[in-house]
């Protein structure tokens, strides 16, 4: 596994995994890896009784996280729902490889995703060939999942077609899926269930029908509250990817996040952070996902391209990349925030000079 970009959960962790689950001593439902309360434990951090420590996963609100561990644990399926940027493949992952230790049952949600993605499909030859058998089936995570009791994953659902998600509704409500064609079904093990992420920037794309919003439990997945909350997320993240691809931090970059992610909350807050000044925002959703893609272009380009310092300049292009969607609106809204806020700020000058400079 050493020459993997990105290693699925369940083996990045898996230190964290196994030794939760040696300390576990809570009930643990039936084909579940780790009981909801320690669960919760690897995905918000914890130090255990014997002192292993246990990285945070996701920062923010442990009740969300308790709440969507909960509905897991019942018939309802669970939907991850806000802007992009907010965590919800991320913690949608980090569930699936603490309960079921399988995080790649995964449906990829786009406008050409048909029913056979999620149903089953064909070997075509074979059925060419011999007709429908059990052989010529081709099953789709969802069908392994249900199969094995385990979690299915479901990305960007209201990008799928509306035909295409009710295709979910018998899976979710009856927890079977007839397949008709060899006049059986496939009946879901215990432990299976469904995690699905949606973006509400895709509001009105594909609108889930009601029948298939009542199968489940939606948990928002908010902003970062406070400006602390979002520095934190962004150093762990920035940490780990300099680790990985053996980037060398030659001096502590914490204010460099903290300019990066102070820009980002006042464009989409629409304001500065002293209430003083109010500003346009850009098209963008300017994320904390988009916070830790500058910083993290930043640190490749200072190690290949400069003297291996984190300076203002490595970080413009990446800030104007991640501000200016729309060449014409955005630039204008980029441009009088430079004048108004970031020109008239304390210790911003070079950040502002590296900026008009990209300009």
């Known amino acids: 596994m050493q020459n993997v970009i990105r290693q699925h959960a369940e083996h990045q962790f898996a230190e964290e995994l196994e030794e939760l689950k040696k300390q576990d001593r809570q009930q643990v439902p039936a084909n579940w890896q780790l009981s909801p309360q320690a669960v919760v434990a690897y995905l918000m951090g914890d130090t255990l009784p014997n002192g292993f420590q246990v990285t945070p996963k996701y920062i923010g609100k442990r009740r969300l996280m308790e709440i969507a561990v909960a509905t897991l644990t019942t018939d309802r399926a669970l939907l991850l729902y806000g802007l992009p940027g907010t965590a919800k493949s991320?913690?949608?992952?980090?569930?699936?490889?603490?309960?079921?230790?399988?995080s790649t049952l995964l449906v990829q949600g786009t406008a050409g995703t048909g029913e056979e993605a999620i149903r089953y499909g064909w070997n075509y030859a074979r059925l060419l060939s011999t007709g429908p058998t059990p052989e010529a089936l081709v099953e789709t995570p969802m069908?392994?999942?249900?199969?094995?009791?385990?979690?299915?994953?479901?990305?960007?659902?209201?990008?799928i077609g509306s035909d295409v998600q009710d295709s979910l509704i018998t899976i979710l409500s009856e927890k079977s899926l007839p397949v008709p064609e060899l006049n059986t079904e496939v009946q879901a093990i215990t432990g299976f269930n469904v995690i699905a992420t949606a973006n509400n920037r895709d509001k009105g794309v594909n609108e889930l029908s009601s029948a298939l919003k009542r199968r489940f439990n939606t948990v928002i997945l908010p902003v970062p509250d406070s400006m602390e909350e979002e520095v934190e997320i962004v150093q762990q993240r920035v940490?780990?990817?300099?680790?990985?691809?053996?980037?060398?931090?030659?001096?502590?970059?914490?204010?460099?996040?903290?300019?990066i992610v102070t820009i980002f909350r006042e464009l989409r807050s629409g304001v500065s952070v002293d209430g003083k000044t109010k500003l346009k925002s850009p098209s963008g959703t300017l994320s904390t996902a988009e916070a830790i893609s500058v910083?993290?272009?930043?640190?490749?380009?200072?190690?290949?391209?400069?003297?291996?310092?984190?300076?203002?300049?490595?970080?413009?292009?990446?800030?104007?990349?991640?501000?200016?969607?729309?060449?014409?609106?955005?630039?204008?809204?980029?441009?009088?925030?430079?004048e108004a806020v970031v020109k008239q700020r304390e210790g911003w000058k070079d950040l502002y000079r590296s900026c008009r400079d990209i300009m």
Do not use: C
Request: proline share 3%.
């Open 239 to 259: 940490k780990s990817f300099s680790q990985h691809m053996a980037l060398p931090v030659e001096k502590p970059i914490t204010e460099e996040i903290r300019r």
């Open 295 to 338: 910083m993290n272009s930043g640190l490749s380009l200072s190690h290949h391209f400069g003297d291996g310092s984190l300076k203002a300049h490595d970080l413009a292009s990446g800030v104007l990349g991640a501000v200016v969607k729309d060449p014409v609106q955005d630039k204008i809204v980029w441009q009088e925030y430079l």
């Open 143 to 159: 069908m392994r999942a249900m199969k094995t009791g385990k979690i299915a994953r479901v990305e960007e659902l209201t990008r």
């Open 90 to 102: 991320w913690v949608s992952e980090h569930l699936a490889a603490a309960i079921s230790g399988n």
